[in-house]
Nanobody, 122 residues
Framework: QVQLVESGGGLVQPGGSLRLSCAASGFTLDRYAIGWFRQAPGKKREGVSYISSSDGSTYYADSVKGRFTISRDNAKNTVYLQMNSLKPEDTAVYYC???????????????WGQGTQVTVSS
């Protein structure tokens, strides 16, 4: 189990940008695949993006492809989600978690943290 803390959320206008951070506590993140998830009020939690631990491959949901970029900084033990061209429908609480990847199927493992709120509003 890896303990992760999300930060970087906030209020931004449509078309703006935010960078979310996912920092590990007491673990080395480069050993794990890490994913970002989000949950808007009244909606199911959905997977947004992940970055693998082996080859560094990345995945993006169609809804964010071309706008979001996931990356990791092993020296800082942190995974980032750069969010550009934000839309109101991106408004949600964003969570990061360790993930297991099986081809096109991926799952979060471990417990959820508090997440970080992203609000995109004009």
């Amino acid at each position: 189990q890896v303990q992760l803390v999300e930060s970087g959320g906030g209020l931004v206008q449509p078309g703006g940008s935010l960078r979310l951070s996912c920092a590990a506590s007491g673990f080395t993140l480069d050993r794990y695949a890490i994913g970002w998830f989000r949950q808007a009020p009244g909606k199911k939690r959905e997977g947004v993006s992940y970055i693998s631990s082996s080859d560094g491959s990345t995945y993006y949901a169609d809804s964010v492809k071309g706008r979001f970029t996931i990356s990791r900084d092993n020296a800082k033990n942190t995974v980032y989600l750069q969010m550009n061209s934000l839309k109101p429908e991106d408004t949600a609480v964003y969570y990061c978690a360790q993930v297991h990847i099986y081809g096109s199927i991926w799952y979060n493992v471990g417990s959820w943290g508090q997440g970080t709120q992203v609000t995109v509003s004009s």
